[in-house]
Nanobody, 125 residues
């Protein structure tokens, strides 16, 4: 079965931190860009961050720049999203996704082919 799994969500107070992780099962992960997206209740899914296949290059949404950090594990099979200085407006369901081959640092939904089931992050004020 091919899937992405994203443990790590939960409830945290404003100003706190959480780390999400994304691991692939049954699909190649190393050598592909991986991104994080989120969906606020009643809104469209939006881009959060992406890391390229090597882990050397990243791209962030302006709303999270300086607070969130995307990184790859040493073996390249896990991608993390470290979220610091969390705000109530960061409350959303967070999804990881694998970029299509050669998608680079694209933030477009259409450039990602496999998606996780999502994990809820709730930031209380």
């Amino acid at each position: 079965q091919m899937q992405l799994v994203e443990p790590g969500g939960g409830l945290v107070q404003a100003g706190g931190s959480l780390r999400l992780s994304c691991a692939a099962s049954g699909i190649p992960f190393g050598g592909y860009a991986v991104g994080w997206f989120r969906r606020h209740t009643g809104k469209e899914r939006e881009f959060v961050a992406v890391i390229n296949w090597s882990g050397r290059n990243t791209n962030y949404a302006d709303s999270v720049k300086g607070r969130f950090t995307i990184s790859r594990g040493n073996a390249g099979n896990t991608v993390y999203l470290q979220m610091d200085s969390l705000k109530p407006e960061d409350t959303a369901v967070y999804y990881c996704a694998r970029g299509k081959y050669n998608s680079g640092l694209s933030a477009a939904h259409g450039d990602f082919d496999y998606w996780g089931q999502g994990t809820q992050v709730t930031v209380s004020s």
